[in-house]
């Protein structure tokens, strides 16, 4: 499966969408990162600019699967070459993306889906996620106008429970070089280590390693939801 994760708006998540919910569901999936002006710049993965398209194309096609997150700053380029390499869109199976509740995002997603819509991208393959959500938020009551859009044209597919909530742990993930991943499959017994802890330091640091380990048990069961139903 390959997957690109696109909006025209920064700041909607798309890197946590492509890292943490669409990666690690995959089967040895690589991430590519079209690079952005607000790439990280301590990534582990590849990054291209949004230029270079044709040899992005050549290395998918060695690929089973990939996960191309475009960075805001070359998500034009990269439409436009889509636009030069005709049918190029084909060799993906989905074009993720994201949006958040401000409505400046919710302007761009519209604008994104549209010019995705207009290179001939069929609804089906058009999947919106919707991020950065707060706890017991109703998603048509936050999104309204996304969802006036979705019965108007019917470009993209809207599932009203593809829904990523605001949590912590993105957050304390940043910078740390752990996935959610390595956090649970961690198998020191973090309970036995604070009881054995002598100092308040050293007992403070297990108390947070506990509590972002239990983010990272809830927040799995919420993404494995959100890729069956965003996908399916």
Excluded: W
Aim: glycine share 6%; proline share 3%; charged share 25%.
């Amino acid at each position: 499966m390959k997957i690109a994760v696109i909006n025209f708006s920064g700041n909607v998540g798309k890197s946590t969408i492509a890292r943490c919910l669409l990666a690690p569901r995959l089967q040895n999936v690589e991430v590519i990162a079209v690079e952005s002006i607000n790439s990280d710049g301590g990534s582990e993965h590849e990054a291209i600019r949004g230029k270079q398209f044709g040899e992005l194309m050549e290395a998918m096609a060695l690929m089973n699967d990939a996960v191309v997150d475009i960075g805001a700053s070359n998500v034009e380029d990269f439409v436009n070459l889509m636009k030069q390499y005709r049918g190029s869109h084909e060799d993906f199976d989905f074009f993720v993306v994201p949006t958040v509740s401000t409505p400046k995002q919710q302007r761009d997603t519209i604008s994104t889906i549209d010019a995705l819509a207009e290179l001939g991208i069929p609804a089906k393959k058009i999947r919106l996620v919707f991020n950065m959500v707060e706890l017991n938020a109703v998603p048509s009551r936050v999104f309204p106008g996304l969802f006036e859009y979705h019965a108007s044209a019917k470009s993209f597919t809207l599932k009203p429970d593809a829904v990523i909530h605001v949590n912590d742990i993105y957050g304390k993930l940043k910078g740390g070089g752990q996935s959610i991943a390595d956090i649970l499959n961690d198998p020191a017994d973090l309970k036995e280590l604070l009881k054995a802890a002598t100092n308040t330091d050293e007992k403070l640091r297990i108390s947070q390693q506990i509590g972002i380990k239990r983010l990272a048990a809830g927040v799995t069961e919420e993404l494995d939801a959100v890729f069956k139903i965003l996908l399916k």
